[in-house]
């Protein structure tokens, strides 16, 4: 028997029934009914299930399938089924199905607090918790199934073939003997600054990291009972203001000083000596409680790993070669539809054809082990250098 569904007439003077009726068409509670049907589709479709257990839970699954149509009817209408029966009164255990699901779905979630286990650690408790040999459904055991799928499958190890199997100038085995040093010199010194611009340009797209050490400041506060007095965010902006030079010396005279071992007098002078200007922060950096010593090095060792990373996504730096800043600069004048490899490629294209003639360029990359780079740099000379093989018909 079908759950009744709310009165199909309402008084229309009652401002709360109006209110009912239209609050009901911005929500919807088919997942929670699909949820609710899943948790008894799998042991009334499980031939190993009790029979009167599963002739029941079929009955259900199938009122359940007819509750979905009402629910995303009660949309337009508003006028919604009764669900008490299948949703609050839980009968039914979730299923390690859904339970693996939840978990997945809450692993998108990169924020967490301190407390709270890591991703890695539910999964395994989830597994742990389980016993798989008397879980007798198919989809049930697909979580348990995927995690030995991937403890036994083994690694693909790549194996390059021999250079006498690929091309036509490594059939004489002193092959590297007859290429000219100078030349060899020359393309490995264009190849390491193709291969770092590449790199950096890499690095500098990549957005930056997050503080790895708030979560341990904010841990400390927690403890002391201090997480109302103090916001991570401005301490990490009050000290973000001082020059990179100064955090730096700061950062060695907290080490050589022992900072974590100072009396509370030593402290204090400490502090008026490296940071006069942050007097009212003081009292946070000098009590030491649940390893409140942490506190100073925390944000001074974030901050500094911020600058190191602003330092990093300079494109252009004072110690580059003309060579690398001439690579860079392919990249720079790049046309918006153009992707930065193939920028990069074809101006390192054009000072190694000024090394060596491209036909010929191929060996040097070769015997240099960058036979990768024969894909971005030489891919037209391939040719005439592979090996013909003959496939049988």
Known sequence: ??????????????????????????????????????????????ENSDAEERKRLQEETEVLAILTGLEIDAAKSGIRPDLDEYLKERRMERTPFLQYKNLVEKSEETRRAWYEPTHQQRIKAFFEKIDWDKVDSNLERLPYLALQLGKHTPTIKSKPAKDYELFTFAQEPDW????????????????????????????????????????DIERILFARGQEELWDT???????????????????????????????????????LTWLPEFEQLFDLFSDFRSGGYRVLSDLLCDILQENEQRKQRQLHRSDDSPVFDNLMEAYLDKRNSQHYREAVSIRCRELLNEIVRPQVAVRYLEALGKRNLLWDLLLDMLEPNVLEVRHAE
């Open 233 to 271: 965010d401005e301490l990490y902006a009050q000290l973000g203001i001082l020059p990179p030079e100064r955090l730096e010396e700061i950062w060695a005279a907290l080490d050589n000083t022992k900072w974590q071992f100072l009396t509370e007098e030593q402290r204090m002078h400490f502090l």
């Open 1 to 46: 028997m079908i759950p009744s569904a709310e009165p199909l007439i309402r008084n229309a003077d009652d401002w709360e029934a109006r209110f009912e009726v239209v609050r009901g068409t911005f929500s919807s509670r088919v997942g929670q009914i699909c949820n609710a049907a899943l948790d008894r589709g799998i042991i009334a479709y499980n």
């Open 176 to 215: 590297r003997e007859h290429l000219d040093q100078e030349i060899l010199e020359q393309v490995s010194a264009l190849l390491r600054d193709y291969e770092a611009c590449l790199s950096r340009i890499r690095a500098c797209r990549i957005e930056p990291k997050e503080k790895k050490r708030k979560s």
